[in-house]
């Protein structure tokens, strides 16, 4: 089976007819109906979007199915994932984070760093997360200055460090989880 990608988490239910909200990861909101049945992350169980419409920061959508507020609040939380090959190809310089989340990464020098960890966007623009071999997680800019190779058949990303992460190397922070989504180096974030 193909990597999965979380492309939106169902919300608390919205009205008494079986709607929920629904937080999309997706460039296009509602990409989510055209990615066939999303299914939960153990696999076990598939949704599909039945009606969807804009809200404030999120979809009111209804699934096949689910038509009672009971049925849907018992949905609130579940993360929603499709097959990777369902999703469109990348631009050069864009990556999906899935594509990237257990890459080794190397200095410039090809010293062995650790692996990436995830992609986060706090809002000033994407950072890469490196699980060191030892020592602190490394939380990075995505951008071509510190990352200036992403060879994904090669399985690796080329650091170039910071030299105010290079004397600070040894501090111990506990890593934090991201959802894989789409990043496009130097240029701002983006989903699929």
């Known amino acids: 089976m193909s990597a999965l990608v979380c492309v939106a988490r169902i919300g608390a239910a919205h009205g008494v007819r079986g709607a929920v909200k629904l937080w999309t990861f997706t460039e296009d909101p509602f990409a989510v109906r ?7 992350k153990d696999g076990k169980r598939q949704f599909e979007v039945a009606t969807a419409r804009e ?5 009111v959508a209804t699934f096949k199915g689910v038509t009672t ?3 849907a609040e018992r949905l609130n939380g579940i993360e929603l994932y499709v097959p990777r090959e369902k999703l469109p ?9 899935t594509d990237l ?3 080794a990464a190397v200095t410039t020098d090809g010293e062995a760093l650790g692996r990436v960890l995830a992609i986060h966007n706090f809002g000033a623009g994407d950072i890469i997360e490196i699980a060191p071999l030892k020592g602190a997680t490394m939380l990075l800019p995505f951008s071509n200055a510190v990352v200036p190779e992403v060879d994904l058949k090669g399985g690796r990303v080329v650091i170039e460090l910071p030299q105010e992460v290079v004397g600070d190397r040894d501090e111990d922070d506990e890593p934090s989880a991201s959802r894989p989504g789409l990043v496009r180096k130097a240029h701002g974030g983006r989903d699929p």
């Open 89 to 97: 190809a990348t631009d050069e310089d864009e990556y999906y984070h």
């Open 101 to 103: 989340i257990g890459l």
């Open 34 to 40: 055209r990615y066939g049945p999303l299914v939960a």
């Open 55 to 59: 809200a404030k920061d999120h979809l």
């Open 69 to 71: 507020r009971d049925e």
